[in-house]
């Protein structure tokens, strides 16, 4: 069965910083691959999402993410975080049998 | 808001009973997925239906059990409540049955005593 790792239990980035959470997956062949944010008290939302085609995707609110199949990563950046970024952010995966698993979870704090 | 609701919002309730807990989907989603998300064991796939029909599988204990109504809703039964349940309970609707996006209730928080 596919499982996902992220190795960052929690980040911190400035205000207008860089930012670039890791996700690395296990699957045998080709997966569905995800990012969901999770702010304090709501659900998930979908960030972004890769299938096929292009390895880098776009998302939402100025994410994206690139699969790199040689390392068995899609990390998930974006050029400036703001403020309203600050939330939890999982990484999923996804294969032919329709069972997604989530990683842990990568906590964000963004200081002013 | 993701259109999709859950209720209760909050649920208090002693070991060894049981509850039910439910899912109003996205107006034309055929899709429901159960997740669970607890801090030990973080967010977990339960079950998805669609259409009425068990679709797939993934870590759901047999004291649990699911389905999907003819009008789409969907109810998730836990019984003989153990100390461990505790947690919140997501439902998720989308609009196909393979990898569509999933959209997100606020959850259900079930408090175990």
């Known amino acids: 069965a596919q499982s996902v790792t992220q190795p960052d239990i929690h980040i911190t980035v400035s205000e207008g910083a860089s930012l670039e959470l890791r996700c690395n997956y296990s699957y045998g062949a080709t997966p569905y691959l995800f990012w969901y944010v999770q702010s304090p008290g709501q659900g998930l939302q979908l960030l972004l999402k890769?299938?096929?085609?292009?390895?880098l995707v776009q998302g939402i609110k100025g994410f994206e993410a690139e699969f790199k199949r040689s390392q068995s990563s899609f990390n998930l950046r974006k050029p400036s975080v703001h403020w309203s970024d600050a939330a939890e952010y999982f990484c999923a995966v996804g294969g032919n049998n329709n069972d997604m698993r989530f990683g842990a979870g990568t906590r964000l704090t963004v200081k002013p | 808001d993701s259109g999709v609701t859950q209720t209760p919002k909050h649920l208090i309730t002693a070991t060894g009973q049981r509850v039910t807990l439910r899912c109003s989907p996205r107006?034309?989603?055929?899709?429901v997925y159960w997740y669970q998300q607890s801090l030990d064991q973080g967010l977990q796939f339960l079950i998805q239906?669609?259409?009425?029909?068990?679709?797939a599988k993934g870590n759901i204990l047999e004291r649990f059990s699911a389905q999907q109504f003819p009008d789409l809703h969907s109810e998730l039964n836990l019984s003989s409540l153990e100390l461990g349940d505790s947690a919140l309970y997501f439902c998720a609707s989308s609009a196909q049955g393979d990898y569509n996006e999933q959209f997100f209730g606020p959850g259900t928080r079930l408090t175990v005593l």
């Open positions: 239906y669609y259409n009425g029909e068990e679709r």
């Open positions: 107006s034309g989603d055929l899709s």
């Open positions: 890769y299938f096929s085609g292009d390895t």
